[in-house]
C-alpha cells in the first residue's frame, strides 16, 4: 500500500521578512490563545496568563492584563513587560503572579518562546495529587518523560525565588504539574505553548476518568517513547493548534484588533 506524503511546508511555522511582522504575528497568536482559554473554560477569576517572548528585545515579554477575562482579550490589550516587572507598553496592571513565574522561565530558558499557566478545573485537580501523569492514551504520551513535578505549594507565586525554583523544576521539559495549583507549559511558539496546556488538561480529564472507572491499563514504556516521538514535537505542537486558531480567529475576528 503507497504512503500518503504531505507537503512538508504546511508542518513548519512562518518565517518572517521584519522584526514588525514577527512581533504582530506573535502578538495576534497570543491573543488567539487567550480566546480559546476562555473559549475551554480555563478561567479563573483574574488567574491565570500566558506570555510570549518579544522577538527583538529578548529580555521582555507579551503578556494579557490583569483582571480581563480570556474571551475578552483583544491584541491591543496586550502589555509588554521586561524582566523587571515594568510595563514598557501599556496602560493596564500586570499579574504580580504572572511576572514572578513567567519571567524566570524566560530567562532560565531561551529556548522558551511561550508559557501558558491557568487554572483549568481538571489540571489542578489532578495536581492536588502529586503524580506525574502516566502514558494512558496516544495523547498522554505526548508528556511522557517529558514533563514535570513542582512537588510543593507555598501560597500565591509573588516572589522571583518561587518563580526560580518553579523554572529549575521545570527543566528541559515542555511542562510541568504545580502541585495543588495546576499547570504550566512551554514552546517554541504560542501555538506550541497553547496547544501543550490542551492538551494536557484533557490529559488529566482523561486520567481522572480513566482510575474512577477502574484500573487503567498503561502502555508499555518502549511503546510510549515511540508515541511521544511521533506526537510530542515541537512542530506537531504547534501544527495541532493551527485548527484551533481558525476556528477562533473565523468565530471572533475582533480578536484581532
Not at 480555563?42 to 477575562?69: M, Y
Not at 511561550?114 to 483549568?120: C, E, G, P
Not at 514535570?148 to 525554583?165: A, H, I
Request: charged share 20%; proline share 5%.
Amino acid at each position: 500500500m503507497p504512503t500518503l506524503k504531505e507537503p512538508q511546508s504546511i508542518f513548519q511555522p512562518p518565517t518572517f521578512a521584519t522584526v514588525e511582522e514577527e512581533r504582530r504575528h506573535r502578538k495576534q497568536r497570543l491573543a488567539a490563545a487567550l480566546r480559546l482559554f476562555g473559549h475551554f473554560g480555563f478561567s479563573e477569576g483574574i488567574a491565570g496568563h500566558i506570555t510570549v517572548r518579544d522577538p527583538q528585545h529578548l529580555d521582555c515579554f507579551w503578556v494579557n492584563p490583569l483582571g480581563k477575562h480570556f474571551s475578552l482579550i483583544r491584541v491591543s490589550d496586550l502589555l509588554l513587560v521586561n524582566h523587571q516587572g515594568e510595563v514598557i507598553e501599556g496602560h493596564k496592571p500586570i499579574n504580580r503572579a504572572a511576572y514572578a513565574i513567567h519571567s524566570q522561565i524566560h530567562a532560565a530558558r531561551p529556548d522558551v518562546v511561550a508559557a501558558a499557566h491557568a487554572h483549568s478545573i481538571y489540571g489542578k485537580s489532578w495536581s492536588s495529587l502529586g503524580r506525574l501523569l502516566d502514558p494512558l492514551t496516544q495523547d498522554a504520551c505526548s508528556f511522557y518523560e517529558d514533563h514535570s513535578l513542582f512537588n510543593d505549594y507555598r501560597g500565591v507565586v509573588l516572589q522571583l525565588e518561587e518563580g526560580q525554583r518553579i523554572a529549575t523544576a521545570l527543566g528541559e521539559k515542555k511542562a510541568i504539574i504545580l502541585r495543588n495549583h495546576g499547570l504550566l507549559t512551554v514552546g517554541h511558539s504560542v501555538d506550541e505553548a497553547a496547544w501543550w496546556f490542551v492538551a494536557m488538561e484533557r490529559s488529566c480529564q482523561a486520567q481522572l476518568m480513566a482510575e474512577a472507572a477502574g484500573t487503567p491499563i498503561l502502555i508499555d514504556s518502549e511503546n510510549a517513547r515511540l508515541a511521544q516521538r511521533q506526537v510530542g514535537s515541537h512542530q506537531v505542537g504547534w501544527f495541532s493548534f493551527q485548527p484551533l486558531y481558525e476556528l477562533i480567529v473565523h468565530q471572533q475576528p475582533e480578536l484581532l484588533e
